[in-house]
């Protein structure tokens, strides 16, 4: 039972390149979520799906795309990055949105040159 | 904007004493609240979720909700090295989004 899982660990981007997070599952919840975790800033969510088929804004969304491909999987897209999304990305899950426990993966660093 | 604030720290507290972490929220219309730790390059985990007035207790950790004050704090007895890490503070608000406070570091000094 993994959990949550994120691919890539690491990764250094250019400005105006792309790159696609992958979030994984299985613990069979229906609500998936990203993060990013800025220093002083605290964890921001950047995009919710509280359901397979289902997405919405979180706090910050702008320069971000996701898709929910299946219950499992909630990918976060960088269409054309840029410097001010170099942070530390964390995708989690939880059995339903609202109250439940959120289980978080190992995250992804990213750096923007 | 429903904000949740806490000290950034660092809470310097000497081994085997209590630690008292405090947050503060401003959306009245919050019901349930939630205290992750993250150790230094990991990933936040839940420790502690509080839905009512008063104190929950799991263990060497202690919730305390105040709703009439908009006040949550974790309490950690007996504090251990292995308690240093940076606790975050939790709401979800009555959108039903969850809201992270920034953390505040705690450092057990042995």
């Known amino acids: 039972n993994a959990g949550v899982t994120q691919t890539p660990k690491f990764q250094v981007l250019k400005t105006g390149q792309s790159m696609t997070l992958q979030c994984a599952q299985d613990?069979?919840?229906?609500?998936m979520y990203w993060y990013r975790q800025d220093p002083g800033m605290g964890l921001r969510l950047i995009y919710y799906?509280?359901?397979?088929?289902?997405?919405d804004k979180g706090e910050v969304p702008n320069g971000y795309n996701v898709s929910r491909l299946n219950k499992r999987e909630f990918s976060l897209r960088l269409e054309s990055a840029a410097p001010s999304q170099t942070s530390v990305y964390f995708c989690?899950?939880?059995?339903?949105?609202?109250?439940?426990?959120?289980?978080f993966g190992p995250g992804t660093r990213l750096t923007v040159l | 904007q429903k904000e949740v604030e806490q000290n950034s720290g660092p809470l310097s507290v000497p081994e085997g004493a209590i630690a008292s972490l405090n947050c503060t929220y401003s959306?009245?219309?919050?019901?349930?609240f939630f205290w992750y730790r993250q150790y230094s390059g990991k990933s936040p985990e839940l420790i502690m979720s509080?839905?009512?007035?008063g104190d929950k207790e799991d263990g060497r950790f202690t919730a305390q909700l105040n709703k009439a004050s908009q006040y949550v704090s974790l309490l950690i007895r007996d504090s251990q090295p292995s308690d240093s890490a940076t606790y975050l503070c939790?709401?979800?608000?009555?959108?039903?989004?969850?809201?992270f406070g920034k953390g505040t570091r705690l450092h057990i000094l042995p």
């Open positions: 509080i839905y009512s007035n």
């Open positions: 939790a709401v979800l608000n009555r959108d039903d989004k969850i809201i």
């Open positions: 613990m069979n919840h229906n609500s």
């Open positions: 989690a899950s939880s059995e339903a949105s609202g109250p439940d426990t959120q289980y």
């Open positions: 799906s509280a359901s397979e088929g289902t997405t």
């Open positions: 959306d009245r219309g919050s019901q349930s």
